[in-house]
Structure formats: structure tokens, C-alpha cells
């Protein structure tokens, strides 16, 4: 494998509370197993998953325990071998269940589905992350959080809510404006669950766990607004909500989104209009069992989905269509779920 085609993938799987570490052959998509990396901090099971983010500079990796007393650590990315060092370990103030740092690398944000927060941590300049600064209560169950390319505007997902949140970032100081802003509601039961954003910042996806569909918002990029667009499902035919839809992800040049559903263990590709963002369905494959996490490759080219129920991660070939077309699978631990990717220089 030269270096200029070198991947690294990084799996969380919660049940076996460790990151399965593994080189991606970026032209072929052939995976190799490099190491396995346990996650620290509490000797209690850590339920349902196991939320990491990359900083932006792709030198460090955070990952989250969700059990008492909610550790996060901080781990060093070899930027020659991909492999990971545990630095140190702080805390979150609850489970929660998304992770994400902003453009400067300084700041943590993250989402709690059962304590209906979000939060910011800041991260040192040694890349440590440091104990909650700022804790901001939301709608019920949070359930992610998403910052725009300008690090200005910060999105969160309430399930229970059925809301977008959209909160004035200050990036200077790390702090989210009080009190929560509703962007956007939707119909009772439809759950908001992931939010994907445009290369351009432009439109705004959203995933709705409940309702089996995904939404599309022309977005303001000055104001964060949000304005709906268009509702498509993601459900074969005489499937009826509630399911369980998990994941979404587009791909790097914005051309193709792609969906996981946990009830029909299914992904589901959708074109993207280059005129509005508004979606056109072009295929649905089987996924691994219970797709809870699953990401694309920093080119495009391959989707990696992690199987929730059988420890596996699949990965298939995006063709120029984006059509999927799966190669194969390889076992990763138990309860795998979140996938991350740097790509080594």
C-alpha cells in the first residue's frame, strides 16, 4: 500500500468497549486489521454505542463511555501508523450519544439522547480534551450535533422533540447562545435523528428515525435558517413507520447521501439534485445486521457499515451511478457501531 492510498478506519464496538484499528487500501477497498485498542475509564458496560470524533487536523481521536462516570478519553493518532495512544481522560456531564469537535480544533461538542443536553468541552493545545465548560439543556433526546462550515451555527437533533436546534456558536470562546432556537419542527413521531450539510453549507439533511424519511432544508447560511424542501422515505414498499432509520452520510462532493435502516438492515442511496439538494432514490442493498453507524471514505469511493449485531464491517464499492455494490465484510468486535477515517500522508 503506497502512501498516498492509505486509510486508517477506526471502529467502536461498545459491548467489547474497544476501537478496532485497520488500514484501508483506498484504490482496491481492501481492509486489514492492525490492532485492537481498548477504550478506558469505567469498568461498566458502556450500552447501545460508543461515539468517537476526529479533531480536525486528524492528530487526535476523542471516544465517550456511555456509564457513570461518563469518561471521555483523549487518544494520539501516529500520523505515520494510524495507531492510537490514550493521552488522558476526562469527563462528559452525562451519556451522550454524538461527538463532534468544531473547525478550530478547540472545542468538543456532544449530545445527550437521555439527558437532553448539549455541552462543550474544551480541547487544549495539546489536544487534550478538558471537563465541560458550557452544559445547555434541549428538547428531549438529543441526538446530535452538527456545526455549519463557517463554525458559526451549531445544529442538534431532539427526537423527542421532533426539532432541529440551531444555536449562534462563538468559536472565540466556545460558547453556544442561550436559550434554545428552534430551526425547525416536524409532525408528531417523525423522531429527528442524524443531520448531514452540504459541502457548501447551503441545504441541510435530516434523518428521521421514527418516520423513515429524510428531509431536505434550504438553509441560510448567515442566519442558519432553515426552510423545508422535501420529505422522502427510505422504506421499501408496505414498510409504515415507526422503524428504526440510524445513520446518514453524503459523500465528500455532495453528489450522493446515504441512509441505514436497523429494522430492514438496509442502506438506502439517494442522487442529489446539484440545482436544490433535493433527492432522487437510485438504490437500496442489504446492509449488516442492525446498521447503526456506517461512513464514506474521505475520496468517495467505498461506504464501510458497521453491523451493530454481528460485530462485522462491510464495505462497498460506490459506483460512478452511487449505486452501492457490497465486496465483502470483516469482523471487528461486538457491538460495533461508529466509524471514523484519516487519511495518512
Do not use: N
Given at each position: 500500500m503506497t502512501s498516498a492510498a492509505r486509510h486508517i478506519v477506526y471502529v467502536s464496538c461498545a459491548d467489547d468497549k474497544h476501537i478496532a484499528v485497520l488500514a484501508l487500501d483506498a484504490r482496491s477497498g481492501s481492509l486489514t486489521p492492525l490492532a485492537t485498542v481498548p477504550v478506558p475509564g469505567t469498568d461498566a458496560a458502556s450500552p447501545q454505542s460508543l461515539p468517537m470524533a476526529?479533531?480536525?487536523?486528524?492528530?487526535?481521536?476523542?471516544?465517550?463511555?456511555?456509564?457513570?462516570?461518563?469518561?471521555?478519553?483523549?487518544?494520539?493518532?501516529?500520523?505515520?501508523?494510524?495507531?492510537?495512544?490514550?493521552?488522558?481522560?476526562?469527563?462528559?456531564?452525562?451519556s451522550m450519544c454524538y461527538l463532534a469537535a468544531d473547525a478550530t480544533g478547540r472545542h468538543l461538542l456532544s449530545a445527550s439522547y437521555g439527558g437532553a443536553k448539549l455541552a462543550v468541552n474544551p480541547i487544549g493545545p495539546d489536544g487534550i480534551?478538558?471537563?465541560?465548560?458550557?452544559?445547555?439543556?434541549?428538547?428531549?433526546?438529543?441526538?446530535?450535533?452538527?456545526?455549519d462550515p463557517a463554525n458559526r451555527h451549531v445544529y442538534a437533533a431532539s427526537l423527542g422533540g421532533d426539532a432541529i436546534i440551531c444555536q449562534k456558536f462563538d468559536a472565540a470562546t466556545g460558547r453556544l447562545a442561550e436559550p434554545v432556537h428552534l430551526?425547525?419542527?416536524?409532525?408528531?413521531?417523525?423522531?429527528?435523528?442524524?443531520?448531514?450539510?452540504?459541502?457548501?453549507?447551503?441545504?441541510?439533511?435530516?434523518?428521521?428515525?421514527?418516520?423513515?424519511?429524510?428531509?431536505?432544508?434550504?438553509?441560510?447560511?448567515?442566519?442558519g435558517a432553515l426552510t423545508e424542501r422535501q420529505s422522502i422515505s427510505l422504506l421499501p414498499d408496505g414498510?409504515?413507520?415507526?422503524?428504526?432509520?440510524?445513520?446518514?452520510?453524503?459523500?465528500?462532493?455532495?453528489?450522493?447521501l446515504y441512509a441505514s435502516e436497523r429494522i430492514t438492515h438496509t442502506l438506502t442511496g439517494f442522487a442529489v439534485s446539484p440545482n436544490d439538494?433535493?433527492?432522487?432514490?437510485?438504490?437500496?442493498?442489504?446492509?449488516?445486521?442492525?446498521?447503526?453507524?456506517?461512513?464514506?471514505?474521505?475520496?468517495?469511493?467505498?461506504?464501510?457499515?458497521?453491523?451493530?449485531?454481528?460485530?462485522?464491517?462491510?464495505?462497498?464499492?460506490?459506483q460512478p451511478s452511487g449505486v452501492l455494490v457490497r465486496k465483502g465484510a470483516i469482523d471487528v468486535g461486538a457491538g460495533a457501531n461508529w466509524i471514523e477515517i484519516t487519511a495518512l500522508t
Open positions: 476526529l479533531s480536525p487536523d486528524g492528530t487526535r481521536l476523542y471516544a465517550a463511555l456511555r456509564t457513570e462516570p461518563f469518561p471521555l478519553t483523549t487518544f494520539a493518532i501516529d500520523r505515520t501508523t494510524g495507531g492510537l495512544t490514550k493521552l488522558a481522560i476526562s469527563t462528559l456531564p452525562d480534551a478538558g471537563e465541560p465548560a458550557q452544559v445547555l439543556a434541549t428538547p428531549p433526546k438529543a441526538h446530535s450535533v452538527l456545526i430551526a425547525a419542527t416536524t409532525p408528531a413521531g417523525t423522531g429527528p435523528r442524524h443531520l448531514r450539510l452540504a459541502p457548501d453549507g447551503r441545504i441541510l439533511y435530516m434523518l428521521a428515525e421514527q418516520g423513515g424519511a429524510v428531509f431536505v432544508y434550504a438553509r441560510d447560511p448567515a442566519t414498510l409504515s413507520p415507526p422503524v428504526a432509520s440510524a445513520d446518514l452520510h453524503l459523500t465528500p462532493d455532495g453528489r450522493f439538494g433535493t433527492l432522487t432514490q437510485i438504490c437500496r442493498v442489504a446492509s449488516e445486521p442492525t446498521p447503526r453507524g456506517f461512513a464514506v471514505t474521505p475520496g468517495g469511493k467505498f461506504l464501510l457499515c458497521a453491523g451493530l449485531t454481528s460485530g462485522k464491517l462491510a464495505i462497498y464499492a460506490i
